[in-house]
């Protein structure tokens, strides 16, 4: 059985789960039955993590959200959609393997599926940039959608990512024009949109692939113009602080769903997605079906006309200054 990874405020629930494999050890090599006392254990350390789940600060919800072992955007794909083709390249420089994405069906309708890959191990969080994506994975993402546009299937899009790739190379190849361009055509496109923050959903690596019809998040997701740890550098000259910006940052997708900017929350297992991929997954899938039909039916000016005015509704506030008699 692989080592479940805890993360700091999880100690106390690893120590449990350390005693509860030990006395699994112990009855497997003896004829000594201590199932009871495992049960009592399993009970002990399944309400733990439901108290410590229950209270936990915008700080501790971005560590979750950056889990090692949280499922991906491939893990979904193989858990919620079907006859999935992947297809590659940008047609101008190379193929971003930090972006994957292709035709699939969802529910038994053709559809295109795409989003930020990390990696689980070495090799592979090399290959894959750690999800951060160059300008190249950013045009992919593009092609494909106009591709998606071009025979009207609907768009699935999975952001997990702590942002774009600031490397000079991924400058020089023109990375702000190259996310910008996403936003503005996105904005337009002609097929339902309907995104999802699995993990990180940071800065303009994000927005890149998340102008949608239908925002969702999971319960232990972030979604913010900036990590916590980049803010406080900025605000504070030292990432130590990266708890403070976290909470003053609003990262939280209850926080953001009361701001409007979010559709709906994902719940997700006790003790977060990692715990239970296949749950996790049957939960999104409802999720994802619900935001297609409420889609679905709407005629293209209607969808445009929709999401045009969810964009201009970002920012509005209301100005509560007293009478000045």
């Not at 003053?248 to 409007?260: D, I, M, N, S, V």
């Amino acid at each position: 059985m692989a080592k479940k990874t805890f993360l700091d405020f999880e100690q106390a629930i690893a120590e449990l789960e350390g005693k509860i494999e030990e006395l699994r050890y112990v009855q497997t090599e003896s004829a000594v039955d201590i199932s009871d006392e495992i049960e009592q254990l399993s009970k002990k350390s399944l309400q733990l993590t439901k108290d410590i789940y229950s209270d936990l600060t915008p700080w501790q919800i971005t560590k979750i959200a950056r889990h090692p072992e949280r499922p991906y955007t491939m893990d979904y794909i193989n858990e919620i959609f079907t006859d999935f083709v992947e297809m590659h390249g940008d047609r101008h420089f190379s193929d971003d393997l930090s972006i994957v994405g292709g035709l699939a069906r969802f529910n038994g309708n053709a559809c295109m599926v795409l989003g930020q890959q990390k990696g689980r191990d070495t090799r592979e969080r090399t290959a894959r940039n750690f999800g951060m994506s160059r300008p190249e994975g950013y045009r992919k993402a593009l092609r494909l959608m106009k591709t998606a546009e071009k025979f009207k299937l609907p768009v699935f899009t999975f952001v997990d990512t702590p942002g774009a790739f600031p490397g000079i190379d991924a400058e020089e190849r023109g990375q702000s024009e190259a996310i910008g361009r996403n936003i503005f055509e996105m904005a337009q496109l002609e097929v339902p949109i309907i995104t999802t923050i699995i993990g990180e959903g940071g800065s303009g690596g994000a927005l890149a692939i998340s102008v949608a019809d239908q925002l969702l998040m999971l319960q232990y997701s972030i979604y913010s113009v900036i990590s916590p740890e980049g803010c406080a550098s900025i605000l504070w000259k030292t990432s130590d602080r990266a708890a403070d910006a976290a909470e003053a940052l609003g990262l939280t997708p209850h926080r953001l769903k009361a701001l409007g900017l979010v559709d709906k929350i994902i719940n997700e297992p006790v003790g977060g997605a990692h715990r239970d991929t296949k749950q996790m997954a049957a939960s999104l899938k409802r999720g994802l079906a619900d935001a297609w039909r409420q889609l679905s039916d709407l005629k293209v000016k209607e969808l445009l006309d929709r999401r045009y005015e969810r964009l201009q509704s970002y920012g509005r506030f209301s100005d509560t200054k007293a009478d000045a008699r």
